[in-house]
C-alpha cells in the first residue's frame, strides 16, 4: 500500500482561478510535508514544506496540513499558464512520494 | 541549483551490460539520494547515502548497488542491466538532517 495518494488528475482550471491539490498520507508519524512541481521533461524542484497544523503562505502558493485527517493540501491562487506541470507531494518517512497531480492552467 | 551534476544525461544500452550512472555534487552534503520514475509510479527511492562509505537500501534496491568512496559523488550501478530499469533516474542531495531535497537535472536509460 502506498503511503501518499494523490488525485493523478489531470486538473484543468482557468487563468486567474484557483487550483487545488490534494495528498493524503497513511504515517500517523510523518512530521514534514513536501510539495515539488515538476515540469515535463525536468527534475522535481522544492515549492514549498509544511511541518506544523494549519496553512503556510508563500506568494500565490498556500499549503495546508491537517494531521488528524492525515492530509494536505496545496492551494495556487491566481493561477497562471506557467504553473501548469505535475505537482508531486512528498513524505521524509522513507522518502515517498505520491504519483503526482497533473496541472492545466488554460488561458 | 543545488550544485548537483549527473553524468551521462542519456544512455542507451544492451540487456546484460554493467551501467554506472554519476551523481556529482560540489557543497559536501551529507545525504544523497538516487530515485528512479517512472509513468504511474512516480519517484521511488534506490538507495541513498548517509556519508561516505554509508548507504542503505529504499524501496525499489533490487538489481542496483551504489558506492560512496567520496562526499562529492554517489554512484549508481546496474551489474546487469534489464529492460525494466529503462527508466529516469534522479539524483538528490537533503539539506540538513533528512530535510527538503534538492535534484539533480536527471539520467535517461534505455535497456534495449
Known amino acids: 500500500q502506498k503511503e501518499v495518494e494523490q488525485n493523478s488528475g489531470p486538473l484543468s482550471v482557468p487563468e486567474g482561478a484557483i487550483a487545488s491539490l490534494n495528498c493524503t498520507y497513511s504515517?500517523?508519524?510523518?512530521?514534514?510535508f513536501f510539495w515539488y512541481r515538476q515540469y515535463s521533461g525536468k527534475s522535481p524542484e522544492l515549492i514549498m514544506f509544511?511541518?506544523?497544523?494549519g496553512d503556510k503562505e508563500d506568494g500565490r502558493f498556500t499549503a495546508q496540513l491537517n494531521k488528524a485527517s492525515q492530509y494536505v493540501s496545496l492551494l495556487i491562487r491566481d493561477s497562471q499558464p506557467s504553473d501548469s506541470a505535475t505537482y508531486l507531494c512528498?513524505?521524509?518517512?522513507?522518502?515517498?512520494f505520491g504519483s503526482g497531480t497533473q496541472l492545466t492552467v488554460l488561458p | 541549483d543545488a550544485g548537483i551534476t549527473q553524468s551521462p544525461r542519456h544512455k542507451v544500452t544492451e540487456t546484460g551490460t554493467p551501467v554506472t550512472l554519476r551523481c556529482h555534487q560540489t557543497?559536501?552534503?551529507?545525504?544523497m539520494y538516487w530515485y528512479r520514475q517512472d509513468p504511474g509510479h512516480g519517484l521511488r527511492l534506490i538507495h541513498y547515502?548517509?556519508?561516505?562509505?554509508?548507504?542503505d537500501k529504499g524501496e525499489v534496491s533490487d538489481g542496483y548497488s551504489v558506492s560512496r568512496s567520496k562526499t562529492e559523488d554517489f554512484l549508481l550501478t546496474l551489474e546487469s542491466a534489464t529492460s525494466s530499469q529503462t527508466s529516469v533516474y534522479f539524483c538528490?542531495?537533503?539539506?540538513?538532517?533528512?530535510?527538503?531535497?534538492?535534484f539533480g537535472p536527471g539520467t535517461r536509460l534505455t535497456v534495449t
Open positions: 538528490a542531495i537533503s539539506v540538513g538532517e533528512g530535510y527538503e531535497q534538492y
Open positions: 504515517d500517523r508519524g510523518s512530521q514534514s
Open positions: 509544511i511541518y506544523s497544523n
Open positions: 512528498a513524505v521524509p518517512s522513507g522518502w515517498t
Open positions: 557543497e559536501n552534503h551529507r545525504y
Open positions: 547515502s548517509y556519508g561516505v562509505k554509508d548507504t
